[in-house]
């Protein structure tokens, strides 16, 4: 009886310490989660050789790409998409897009969407909240 007691014991000790270890690992990483998904209104704007425009009343919808850490921005008033932007987490609830400098930057918050890319002699600019 003893044994049996200290086998099922041992059992789900080893059960327990499973359970903890795999529900850790993805949860504190919030690229791995969809809460930067969804529109986010406000300043939106674009130029190039061919258009300028710009907005108070824009928005741009973030979708998450299949890959993890990749995002696509689709903006209102026919502003061409930027897509494929790779990201990191900076932070509880922010992510910044990798390689940012003077010239592209992209950061995302669960709230708010702030963008200025350029790229080929196209600017984008972003300043939108949900």
Same mark, same amino acid.
């Given at each position: ?12 000790l ?10 850790c ?16 209104k ?8 061919d ?5 108070t009343?824009?928005? #741009?919808? #973030?979708?998450?790409v ?25 932070g ?23 963008i ?15």
């Amino acid at each position: 009886m003893q044994k049996t007691i200290k086998a099922l014991g041992i059992f789900m000790l080893v059960l327990f310490t499973a359970i903890s270890f795999s529900s850790c690992s993805s949860e504190d990483d919030v690229t791995k989660d969809d809460v930067f998904a969804g529109v986010y209104k406000g300043s939106v704007s674009y130029k190039d050789a061919d258009k300028n425009i710009s907005t108070t009343e824009g928005s #741009v919808f #973030v979708t998450k790409v299949v890959s993890g850490t990749k995002y696509n921005f689709a903006f209102s008033n026919d502003i061409p998409a930027l897509n494929g932007i790779d990201f990191e987490q900076k932070g509880a609830n922010t992510i910044i897009m990798v390689g940012s400098n003077a010239t592209a930057y992209v950061r995302v918050e669960n709230n708010q969407v702030k963008i200025l890319y350029t790229k080929d002699g196209k600017t984008w600019t972003a300043d939108c909240k949900r």
